[in-house]
């Protein structure tokens, strides 16, 4: 990570600003409020190998005598025997894993988008309120930036952006749903940070959330920028906010460049 900086759209709400900057409550979201219907979802390959699909089959049957031990065995044999027989049957029953581990995710795990781009005019429109709200600095230096960590161990992540959606091997383990987008966003140039809500938390050693929301370190906040079409009465307001609960944190202002399709950020982001 060389980053210096990351940043973050959002609308004008200004609870959360008050939240933000007088306590260091930062808001992070649930994978299933995002725009994007991909994201955060799970898809698993299907075998064509008979042998491998023995494997998954086997692999099914192990996890179901985990989870339902009362189930007799002649019955998962059964379920077994027709999982091999009748491949509808397999896609039918991977299809609901695939369904249950989504909401699983997302009652899991909380996501913070980030960007390494504070003037991007696409952004500005699709995440803060056509222009109207702000753009939150942080300084990616500082914890909880500090560390970009293995997937689902929570920490700081890189999205990575392809052309296909990945298909992962159930019996393998391990995917990357939480931080992989089509190449179509590659423009946003995002970073997640991702925490897990403390009421369904599996590790003790990731970040969490209470409430989606997630306590940042003092001086981590470094500026907000409001939006070249912020009303007067809204400008002041986030600046009163700022002067009043974080004198430390600077204001900056977005202005339309007079002669080309660009954001001009004052004073500069160096």
């Known amino acids: 990570m060389t980053l210096d900086r990351l940043f973050h759209y ?12 007088s306590v260091g409550k930062l808001k992070l979201s649930r994978p299933d409020r995002f725009n994007d219907p991909w994201d955060c979802r799970v898809h698993y390959q299907i075998p064509t190998d008979p042998e491998e699909r023995k494997r998954l089959v086997a692999y099914l049957a192990e ?24 491949p509808s049957k397999l896609e039918a029953a991977i299809a609901q894993n695939e369904k249950e581990l989504y909401a699983a995710i ?5 996501v913070y988008c980030l960007t390494e781009e ?45 052309t296909t959606y990945p298909a992962y091997d159930m019996v393998g383990g391990g995917f990357h749903a939480l931080f992989t987008k089509s190449e179509d966003w590659s423009y946003e140039a995002e970073w ?23 306590t940042l370190p003092s001086g981590v906040l ?15 307001r986030i600046e009163h906010l700022v ?28």
């Open 63 to 86: 996890v179901h005598r985990k989870h339902h031990p009362s189930i007799s065995e002649a019955e998962r044999k059964r379920r077994a025997n027709e999982f091999m027989s009748n």
């Open 118 to 162: 504070p003037a991007s005019p696409r952004m500005w429109a699709h995440y803060a309120a056509s222009h109207t709200g702000i753009c939150l600095e942080f300084a990616s230096r500082s914890a909880p930036f500090t560390e970009v960590l293995a997937p689902l161990a929570g920490g700081l992540c890189k999205v990575e952006y392809r």
């Open 192 to 214: 997640r940070l991702i925490a897990e809500e403390r009421g369904f938390a599996r590790s003790p050693s990731t970040l969490k959330t209470d409430n989606e929301f997630l």
């Open 243 to 270: 002067s009043t609960n974080a004198p430390g944190v600077l204001v900056r202002h977005a202005a339309l460049m007079p002669d080309r399709y660009e954001l001009r950020i004052n004073p500069p982001i160096r």
């Open 106 to 110: 997302c009652n899991q795990y909380r």
């Open 10 to 21: 959002q609308p004008f709400v200004e609870a959360h600003l008050i939240s933000l900057l």
């Open 222 to 236: 470094k500026s907000v920028t409001i939006g070249c079409l912020t009303d007067e009465s809204s400008r002041q």
